[in-house]
């Protein structure tokens, strides 16, 4: 794992958005190399990784959603750049939150890894959709309600009921299921892939997360543009 120095992009983007880079000792981002890929479920070779954050005034006087997506549009302009997404939580070694949820249906509740995603977020990172959709842009605040759960969570969970078709009830509204992804290995390379539900940031307002940005060639060269 190296740490670089990122500007270009997101200084553009800071520029432009008042986004503000937050990370835990100082200004930094990481490259995830080779190291097992075959392991951990997704492609981490050419992926560049910064904390970042958006401004409390914008974060407060616009929708989430669309900030997050501008932030993505500027980053993607970089010359190299092929994919970009933001995620909550960075796979291997990130510190995932967890919530409770309970499918339509059945009596018992179940614990899972709750993670808050932009479209692309999946094949950015090289994470296989197996069934359904990721998340997109039509997932807004406005919009039905939706999440894309791990295969883990579709086994272990639903069992043999079909996740497409069985919702979440959670407060007063209903969650459907728009996709099943491949597992990730999250917290720990050791550990077998917990449940997983990923919903979509226009849906659940997230100000600070992780950048996600696939290049074509070395992601250091774009951390030091």
Partial sequence: ?????????????????????LVTSGLMVRTLGHLFDAQVGYGPDGVLTARI???PGRATSQPIGALWNAVIERVATLPGVTRVAVG????????????????????????VSFHVVTPDY????????????????????????VMVINAT??????????????PVPRDDRTINV?????????????????????????QMNRSRAMLFVRTAGDPASLANA
Avoid: N
Wanted: net charge negative.
């Fill in 1 to 21: 794992v190296r740490r670089l120095t990122i500007r270009g992009a997101l200084v553009m983007a800071e520029i432009a958005l008042a986004v503000v880079l």
């Fill in 53 to 55: 954050g958006l401004a």
């Fill in 88 to 111: 909550s939580c960075a796979p291997v070694g990130d510190h995932c939150e967890g919530t409770d949820i309970r499918v339509a249906g059945h009596s018992d509740q179940a614990h």
């Fill in 122 to 145: 999946f094949a950015t990172l090289g994470i296989p959709i197996v069934r359904g959709r990721e998340v997109s842009l039509l997932d807004r605040p406005e919009t039905q309600p």
């Fill in 153 to 166: 969570a579709a086994r272990t969970i639903w069992g043999t009921d079909d996740p497409l078709t069985t």
């Fill in 178 to 202: 728009v996709g099943v992804a491949g597992d990730v290995r999250y917290e720990d390379i050791e550990s077998e892939p917990k449940p997983a539900i990923f919903f979509p940031v226009a």
